[in-house]
């Protein structure tokens, strides 16, 4: 069975609670035995710092979201440090800029970015970054701020094609998930297909986002295989060389063979 690694999921989600561990199966079930569950405020990333530490094949990040950066205080910051030196924990996130809804400025949500990049150099992570509507000071933060030789992702790619090169050269990989088999997402489809497969991972950004086959239904990472599909159309290469490259890259951007003491 061709296997495929989750880069994006949100685990803690109450439209989770009732069937959890089934899910795990489901995900297994369809190659999806390697997840990584976001954290997006300090209350969370604690949830999924402990949830990991119980779950093999689970892994996790810790960070405050852009579009709730008004719940993050000053006190916050070291227990996020603690965090994110927890077992199984690989990257900081997702953390960014969103100005998709106006009362989110850039002068509330870029001290908190930096302040994130800060803590992931400190404690040598890679970052989860999440982008909307930000693509050219997200990028101006993250020249002026990060060090590029710890990699991450730009999750849920969704800048032009300029942005998908810069977040290349800062060495970052970019994620595609349901978005990508939308009718109207042509054009992400022709970014994605001008980008190296060896700088691409999948997610789902469950329970968000989900593929065409089951819009309106909750998201959940059994359903990446048809995101899956719809990359080896796009890259026009098989099912089985994107399975062996996004696995390979997310192995790589979190560095999960040296956590499992196979490198
Ligand atoms: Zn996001
Ligand atoms: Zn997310």
Not at 34 to 39: A, K, N, S, V
Not at 182 to 207: F, H, N, W
Request: include cysteine.
């Amino acid at each position: 069975m061709l296997k495929y690694i989750d880069t994006h999921v949100h685990l803690d989600d109450t439209r989770y609670d009732d069937d959890r561990d089934a899910l795990l199966a489901r995900a297994a079930s369809a190659g999806v035995d390697t997840l990584i569950t976001i954290g997006t405020t300090l209350d969370d990333s604690r949830w999924v710092a402990d949830y990991v530490a119980a779950h093999p094949g689970v892994y996790g990040t810790v960070g405050q979201h852009p579009e709730l950066v008004d719940r993050i205080s000053d006190g916050h910051y070291a227990e996020f440090k603690a965090l994110a030196k927890r077992p199984r924990i690989v990257a900081v996130g997702e953390v960014g800029l969103d100005f998709h809804r106006p009362e989110f400025t850039l002068a509330a949500q870029e001290p908190v970015f930096r302040r994130m990049i800060a803590l992931a150099r400190e404690v040598g992570l890679p970052l989860v970054i999440h982008n909307r509507d930000a693509n050219a000071d997200t990028l101006r933060v993250l020249r002026e701020a990060w060090d590029p030789a710890l990699g991450g992702v730009f999750h849920c790619f969704a800048g032009d094609l300029e942005t998908a090169k810069a977040a290349v050269d800062l060495n970052f990989d970019l994620a595609v998930g349901g978005v990508l088999t939308y009718k109207s997402a042509q054009g992400l489809r022709d970014i994605i297909a001008a980008m190296p497969l060896e700088r691409l991972v999948l997610e789902t950004d469950g329970p968000w986002l989900t593929p065409q086959a089951w819009r309106g239904k909750r998201n959940e990472p059994a359903y990446m295989t048809a995101v899956a599909q719809q990359l080896a159309e796009v890259k026009n290469v098989s099912l089985e060389e994107i399975a062996a490259a996004t696995t390979a890259n997310a192995r790589r951007v979190f560095g999960l063979d040296r956590l499992e003491g196979k490198a």
